[in-house]
């Protein structure tokens, strides 16, 4: 593949990724009782949105559409976050689910970087920031496990 196509698929895997973090964010932020990882879950979301459009615009200069993340996936992640959080609705719980959720995220963003090995160096620093968004958020939620 060429540059141009590399990056495209890395910017689409990447933009897809952070659809699916960012709505995982929203899916739980209102069952988090404690204030400070509500913040931490808040500010995490805002940077998902940032991270987002900037893909999105990458994506829109290549004249590409944006890619949704897979249909199968994605109602996975909506399930096992709603029943984890009906059933064991707990600040702990919230934190295990954007744990698991950050760990998928870099495994997977860390694949495609790899896998699109010709990608330009503005798509790859993106996902890299994304990869790095994500760890932070790991990070951040600890204290919460």
Known sequence: MSCKEDSINLLKETNAGIQMGASTLEEIISDISNQKLRTVIHNAKAEHDDLGDEAHKLLL???????????????????????????????????????DGCNMGVKTLNKYINEYSKADSTTVNLAKRVIRSEEKLCDNVKEFL
Do not use: F, I, R
Request: aromatic share 6%; proline share 5%; glycine share 2%.
């Open 61 to 99: 200069e290549y004249g590409a559409d944006t890619k949704e993340p897979h249909l199968a996936a994605k109602a996975m992640s909506w399930m096992k976050t709603n029943v984890k959080m009906t059933t064991q609705p707990s600040d702990q719980t919230a934190a295990e689910l954007v744990t």
